[in-house]
């Protein structure tokens, strides 16, 4: 696996974790006919848990563009102008609808993703025009997330990989969600571990989640 430094740490240049806690090994090459696009948040890029660079890697049919403004990328504002492409904005606006399989629709599907904090999600939804006139799609309600590691925001809040492990198993039956979520699950195990089960119990349990440990 080829590396790089980044202040004075080797990292995986894939999954950007440190050389000795790499998790490529764990990454899937799943190639679901639903292409993804993740438009990441400049500063979500460097996150220590961010969750993209374990998504897209995992898909062949993804890609990750780290930007505010699709306004410098010409060639994705023609693809989701597209009218052959089926393009939907993975986003809980007031219009969105429930995400489903439409196989009366014959045209590829092309999924965007926002990376990022709800506010930063927002902010990329402003500034792009194109993603404001995308249809917008939602996951179903009651998902649970299992990102332990950070509060979320609202109720149903999903992190990048796993809002994209859902939605293709909504569009694709039989697609193996927990293979994709594998990187996930033992980045978040690794970080637990590093920091300590009574730390964690500490400051991300709700007492009602610590008795039923």
């Known amino acids: 696996m080829s590396v790089n430094s980044s202040a004075g740490r080797v990292r995986c240049r894939v999954c950007a974790r440190p050389q000795a806690q790499c998790l490529c090994s764990l990454i899937p090459r799943l190639w679901p006919a639903t292409q993804l696009l993740v438009i990441q948040h400049p500063d979500e890029a460097s996150h220590a848990l961010n969750t993209a660079r374990l998504l ?3 898909l062949v049919n993804a890609h990750l563009l780290v930007t505010e403004s699709l306004q410098q990328h010409p060639a994705w504002l023609r693809r989701l102008q597209d ?42 939804v402003y500034l792009n025009p194109i993603l404001q006139s995308l249809p917008q799609v939602r996951l179903p309600a009651g998902l649970v997330s299992r ?10 809040a999903l992190s990048t ?23 996930f699950e033992a980045l978040i195990e690794g970080q637990i571990r590093a920091m300590g089960r009574a730390r964690y119990q500490q400051n991300y349990l709700s007492d009602t989640d610590s008795a039923a440990k």
């Not at 089926?86 to 219009?95: A, D, K, M, V």
């Not at 990102?147 to 109720?155: D, E, G, H, N």
């Not at 198993?169 to 990187?183: M, N, R, V, W, Y």
């Open 56 to 58: 897209v890697p995992g």
């Open 161 to 183: 990989i796993e809002a994209g492990a859902e939605a293709l198993s909504i569009l694709h039956e039989g697609f193996d969600k927990h293979a994709l979520l594998a990187p």
């Open 147 to 156: 990102y332990r590691l950070r509060k979320v925001p609202q109720p149903g």
């Open 83 to 124: 009218p052959r492409w089926r393009n939907e904005l993975l986003f809980p606006g007031e219009q969105a609808q429930v995400l489903a399989p439409e196989p009366a629709d014959l045209r590829p599907r092309r999924l965007v993703l926002l990376d990022g904090t709800w506010r930063k999600a927002r902010k990329l």
